[in-house]
């Protein structure tokens, strides 16, 4: 039995078509506080996806309830919904505010929560916009 030797194969040297670039997802992300404010790996996650996410296409506005000049430091990527030192009520208000303006505004294609406490507060008012729950830490447990 002796080997078999199989024609060469042609290699199609077409240029390819260039792959149109996918369209910009506009996303709201809740974090608790931005990078630097406080310890916790919540925070690193949330302060890497800002500056990586709009690399890949995704357009990303923040929510954080500290520091009071978050805004400054981040070009107004990020805002504070909230001052530094407010009571739970106030947070949980001041998150459900701010949700609800992007929400309402109609900027905003996928809100992604990465503090569940925060973003609660505002399920009633996301309607059909998409969700993306992060549990980052113990709060599956």
Do not use: N
């Not at 260039?18 to 310890?39: C, E, K």
């Not at 357009?59 to 504070?80: C, F, N, W, Y």
């Not at 809100?111 to 973003?119: I, Q």
């Not at 309607?127 to 830490?137: A, S």
Request: aromatic share 6%; charged share 15%.
């Amino acid at each position: 039995m002796g080997v078999e030797q199989m024609p060469p194969i042609a290699i199609d040297t077409e240029a390819t078509t260039p792959v149109a670039p996918l369209p910009t997802v506009r996303t709201l992300q809740i974090g608790m506080r931005w990078q630097g404010s406080g310890a916790g790996g919540l925070d690193r996650v949330f302060h890497d996806l800002v500056d990586f996410l709009p690399g890949q296409g995704v357009a990303v506005h923040g929510l954080v309830v500290q520091p009071s000049d978050v805004a400054t430091r981040t070009d107004g990527k990020i805002e504070a919904f909230a001052a530094d030192g407010a009571s739970l009520p106030s947070r949980l208000l001041g998150a459900r505010r701010a949700i609800g303006r992007f929400v309402d505004g109609g900027h905003i294609d996928l809100v992604a929560g990465h503090f569940a406490l925060y973003l609660s507060a505002a399920l009633g008012r996301l309607g059909d916009t998409p969700l993306v729950q992060h549990f980052h830490g113990p709060w599956a447990q």
